[in-house]
């Protein structure tokens, strides 16, 4: 039949094909000539509608089979899981790394430690959310111990980012460019000062240090779990949240602002002269040294948090947060490739007000419900021990 259709629409084409060759020139007015062309463009256009419906209902038959067999392919056998006993071998492997041991940096520095653990001992008040790791100092209004200068970013950041936490009572005790060695060192210098305030909710950010001195993600991963089982042997009842490391591209940034040649990303200008930092608007992640670093860094800190039992009323749980993709852009003209707005990270590393603020969003609600659900569990416990006393 389709065979029978097909040829009838060759006869009437050819039918027309004839028509148009042989009557125009027979017709004498220049108006017939017009209506008969008119008829050309009407045959034409309805033969078009006919393929344009074929091709439709060929469509229409397609999708519909594919719906009919989806039940069929969504029965096939996933790609099998990572067994938890690799999970936990790799895990494991991680306490044969050795390159995180405590490590102390300079005499201002060590004063600085001391200063932050008579801190903790002194607390008068319950502290709900502690804030630990390499950048939150500038959240208790210094920067290597020393004030925040004058109209700075890291007074602002004091000034703004703090008084937000309205319902919870927070402290920092960060300093700034800490590696997992130094925190190791200040833990067992200063023990009885985490034992003392043991708070609510423990927000650990360290590791990006790490990888500026040259360690790998697998070293990394090491430090970040010797840190967190110290500290949960000093604060028993605390939850620990580890925010992932944040992107950054300070030396793809260096490379554009001192001429070094750094190639793609949305502002390759082809030269090796120096890019004025003003004209900047971005610069790409995926071009940077440790683009692949942390994005392997934060899988091993999402395994270290996932490896914690969640028995949350004896041994208080560990939660990971990443907040990454808060600070990338998709890049023009490519597939997949991210860029960090200067906006946030003015020279592809340290945050900005704006990055202060798009971080401190971006963790509110997860840290307000954590430091909340803590405080339940810590007084179901007492009423059961004074039950049970």
């Not at 042989?22 to 017939?32: F, G, Q």
């Not at 111990?145 to 700075?152: A, F, L, M």
């Amino acid at each position: 039949m389709a065979d029978e259709e097909s040829g009838k629409v060759q006869q009437r084409r050819g039918t027309l094909e004839l028509l148009t060759t042989s009557i125009p020139s027979k017709i004498p007015t220049t108006r017939m000539k017009e209506a008969w062309h008119s008829f050309k463009l009407i045959f034409e256009r309805q033969e078009r509608d006919k393929l344009v419906l074929v091709g439709t209902g060929l469509t229409m038959a397609l999708l519909t089979l594919g719906i009919l067999l989806l039940p069929l392919f969504s029965k096939l056998p996933a790609p099998p899981p990572i067994s938890a006993i690799q999970k936990a071998e790799a895990l494991k492997s991680l306490e044969d790394i050795t390159v995180a041991r405590p490590q102390t940096r300079s005499a201002e520095w060590r004063t600085l430690v001391s200063k932050l653990s008579e801190q903790m001992l002194n607390q008068s008040t319950a502290v709900d959310i502690l804030f630990i790791g390499d950048h939150w100092e500038t959240w208790q209004g210094t920067e290597m111990g020393y004030p925040c200068d004058e109209g700075s970013v890291c007074l602002q950041t004091a000034e703004s980012i703090p008084t937000k936490y309205t319902q919870q009572h927070i402290l920092s005790s960060s300093i700034s460019e800490d590696t997992t060695s130094n925190l190791l060192w200040r833990i067992s210098q200063a023990s009885s000062g985490f034992s003392a305030l043991n708070p609510h909710l423990c927000v650990l950010h360290l590791g990006t240090h790490d990888l500026t001195r040259g360690h790998t993600p697998v070293e990394l991963a090491a430090g970040v779990r010797m840190v967190l089982t110290q500290l949960r042997t000093h604060m028993l009842y605390t939850h620990f949240l580890i925010v992932g490391i944040l992107p950054r591209a300070d030396d793809i940034y260096q490379q554009k602002v001192a001429g070094g040649g750094a190639s793609g990303g949305m502002f390759n200008f082809g030269v090796s002269k120096p890019t004025d930092p003003n004209e900047l608007f971005s610069i790409s992640f995926d071009e940077s040294q440790y683009f692949h670093k942390i994005v392997q860094s934060n899988e091993w800190l999402k395994a270290i948090a996932d490896e914690v039992p969640s028995n949350f009323m004896r041994k208080p749980p560990v939660f990971f947060l990443d907040c990454s993709r808060e600070f990338m852009v998709p890049q023009l003209d490519s597939h997949g490739a991210h860029e960090i707005p200067l906006k946030l990270m003015p020279d592809g590393l340290h945050l900005s007000l704006a990055g202060q603020e798009k971080l401190h969003m971006c963790m509110y609600d997860t840290l307000t419900h954590l430091a909340e659900r803590a405080h339940q569990i810590r007084e179901t416990r007492k009423v059961s021990n004074k039950f049970s006393n």
